[in-house]
């Protein structure tokens, strides 16, 4: 095997980790996931944007208004998880690079305008999205991520200033009873690599 991560953390993250759709009542600490945000800060971004901004869905109120907002199947899961997150893309995220990139003072204007910034910045917060999805499973979790939902209300529902936009929804705790439907195959190295 040519991994360097030890077999353990190979299945924690990948091999045995699962999509989880049930959760126990076990809490899920600001503790964690600060931690985990503390790790998967470092997973790249361009130019350093780190778009991704988090909120966390903590009381039933908020809870409850979430979940009207969720598809049908959705729904259920997400009003039992211990924590669910609101993962979005804050929109005016050049705003920071003169911080998150200091040594190219030009960053922020060539991020401003809206048609570079908004496509190029969603892939980049995307990809934190799964940095922060193998984060739950490194602090021992199970994520149960979400795209099913009726985004335009999330927005206005959690983001009042119309700069910011939900990527995902993510149900966060240890699994529960019949977590996961059967695990589904996937492409073959040879259906997905090709050398040039
Ligand atoms: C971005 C994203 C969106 C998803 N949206 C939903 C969803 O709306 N509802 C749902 O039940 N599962 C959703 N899933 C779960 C996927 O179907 C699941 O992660 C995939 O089949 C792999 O399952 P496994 O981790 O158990 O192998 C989503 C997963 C991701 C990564």
Do not use: C
């Not at 989880?20 to 130019?47: C, H, R, W």
């Not at 999805?133 to 149960?144: C, D, K, P, S, Y």
């Not at 990527?167 to 492409?187: E, H, Q, Y």
């Amino acid at each position: 095997m040519a991994l360097a991560l030890d077999a353990a953390a190979q299945d924690l993250l990948f091999r045995e980790a699962r999509t989880a759709n049930t959760f126990t009542d076990e809490p899920v600490t600001d503790e964690q996931i600060q931690d985990i945000y503390d790790l998967v800060k470092y997973g790249p971004t361009s130019m350093n944007v780190t778009p991704l901004r988090v909120v966390l869905v903590r009381t039933p109120e908020a809870r409850e208004r979430l979940v009207g907002h969720l598809g049908d199947g959705n729904k259920a899961k997400t009003a039992a998880a211990p924590l669910t997150a609101i993962l979005a893309i804050d929109t005016e995220f050049h705003e920071h690079l003169p911080t998150l990139f200091p040594h190219f003072p030009a960053a922020r204007d060539m991020w401003a305008p809206e048609d570079f910034r908004i496509p190029h910045g969603t892939f980049n917060a995307a990809l934190q999205v799964g940095y922060f999805i193998i984060g739950i499973r490194a602090a021992g979790l199970a994520a149960g991520p979400m795209t099913g939902y009726d985004a335009d209300a999330i927005n206005k529902e959690f983001f009042g200033d119309g700069k910011h936009r939900v990527l995902a929804v993510v149900n966060i705790g240890k699994p529960g009873a019949d977590a996961w439907f059967p695990r589904s195959p996937r492409l073959a190295y040879e259906q997905v690599v090709t050398t040039v």
